[in-house]
């Protein structure tokens, strides 16, 4: 910690991490979905990672799924309703997936929130063992002078 009255500036890997985290979810997105979370409370909790490790399963499972439907309906001559059955399926897969990207915006957003914290907390207890040092400077100066 500089005693020097310097700036001190964050890591670097911590101001790239609030970069990406700007950059994933902007302000004025997250403002404009606050109303919609505050609508259904299930958005508003925050999910574990076995949760959002569970829904990567089941989105991966959909698709893989979707691709053998599509690989076995490509010799048919049916393949135009294979073709619209495919792209309904596609639109259901949506809805998963945004969840999945809120869950990991929520996670990344909560990871740099807990870095900053520990940042900021270490920056505190250095300047208080930096005011210690300059106030048992000054009783020593004091008992001198």
């Known amino acids: 910690m500089p005693e020097t009255g310097e700036e001190v500036t964050p890591p670097e890997t911590l101001r790239r991490a609030a970069l990406e985290s700007r950059r994933a979810c902007p302000l004025h997105l997250m403002k404009a ?7 259904s409370p299930q958005l508003c909790a925050s ?11 089941a989105v991966r499972l959909q698709y893989m799924r979707l691709v053998v439907e599509i690989a076995e309906a490509s010799g048919t ?8 059955t495919a792209s309904k399926q596609i639109e259901a897969l949506a809805h998963p997936i945004a969840e999945l990207q809120r869950g990991i915006r929520s996670k990344n957003s909560q990871c740099v929130r807990l870095a900053l914290r520990d ?23 004091r008992q001198c002078g």
């Open 119 to 141: 940042h900021l907390a270490n920056e505190v207890e250095a300047r208080r063992r930096a005011l210690s040092r300059m106030g048992a400077a000054l009783s020593i100066a």
């Open 33 to 39: 979905e606050l109303p919609r979370a505050a609508e």
């Open 47 to 57: 999910p574990s990672v076995p949760e959002l490790l569970d829904l990567v399963r």
């Open 77 to 84: 001559t049916t393949s135009v309703d294979a073709l619209a």
